[in-house]
C-alpha cells in the first residue's frame, strides 16, 4: 500500500485479474462500476483523494465473491437459503481482504463492506442506516444496481434500459437508496444521454 492509503496499482490489478479468472461477468460489472461511480462522484462535487477512494473502492466492490463458487453466481434458479447466505457474506469478504493486505486502507474496505447496506437499516452486513453508512457506500450502492439492471445476468433473460433503471432507483429511493444519490444518478443519466438507451 502506499502513504495515501490506496491499494497499489498492482496489488487492485492483481484482484481484478483474479475476479476476471474466476467469474468474466462479475469482472465486467466491477470495471463498470468503478468507471461509473468516479462519474457519478464528480458529478456529486467529489474531486483529489475521496474521488480516488471511490474509484477503487467500487472497481473492488464485489471482490469477496472470490471465494463464491461459479456454480452459485451463474445460478439461474433462485438460490437456496444456504447460497444466498454465502453470497451475502461477499461483502465482509471484500473488506476483510483489502485489510489483510494492509489496514492503512480503510475507508477503500469499510465502503467495499458496506455497500448492500440499506437507507433504512434493512440491509446488510450490519444494517446501517441513513449517514450511518460510508457516503463512498451509499454511492457504489446505487451504481451496482443501476449496472446490474442494465446489463444482462445468468438469473435474468436480457436487459432493462437506462430508465427501468432510473425508475427502480427512484421507487427505492429513501428504502434502499440515498435520496441525493438517487437524485444525482438522475440528473447523470440525463447528462450522459442515457434516458431512454439499453446501455
Known amino acids: 500500500m502506499n502513504s495515501g492509503g490506496f491499494v497499489e ?8 485479474r483474479a475476479l476476471s479468472d474466476h467469474d468474466g461477468i462479475t469482472h465486467a460489472h466491477s470495471s463498470r462500476v468503478g468507471v461509473l461511480a468516479r462519474t457519478l462522484g464528480s458529478h456529486l462535487g467529489m474531486s483529489g483523494d475521496a474521488l480516488d477512494e471511490l474509484g477503487q473502492a467500487a472497481e473492488l466492490h464485489d471482490l469477496g465473491k472470490l471465494v463464491i463458487p461459479l456454480a452459485i453466481l451463474q445460478k ?11 453470497v451475502r457474506r461477499h461483502s465482509d469478504v471484500g473488506a476483510d481482504i ?19 447496506e440499506w437507507f433504512n437499516g434493512q440491509g446488510y452486513p450490519s444494517s446501517l442506516s441513513g449517514a450511518q453508512i460510508p457516503k463512498l457506500s451509499r454511492i457504489i450502492a446505487v451504481v451496482d444496481v443501476f449496472d446490474a439492471i442494465t446489463h ?11 430508465r427501468d433503471a432510473m425508475t427502480h432507483l427512484e421507487m427505492r429511493s429513501g428504502v434502499q437508496f440515498d435520496p441525493e444519490v438517487v437524485v444525482a444518478m438522475s440528473e447523470l443519466t440525463r447528462e450522459l444521454g442515457l434516458i431512454g438507451s439499453s446501455v
Open 9 to 16: 496499482p498492482l496489488v487492485a490489478e492483481s484482484f481484478m
Open 76 to 86: 439461474v434458479d433462485p438460490l437456496s437459503e444456504v447460497e444466498l447466505s454465502l
Open 152 to 162: 444482462q445476468r445468468p438469473y435474468r433473460n436480457g436487459h432493462l434500459t437506462s
Open 98 to 116: 483489502l485489510l489483510s493486505v494492509s489496514k492503512d486502507q480503510g475507508r477503500i474496505a469499510e465502503a467495499v463492506r458496506h455497500h448492500h
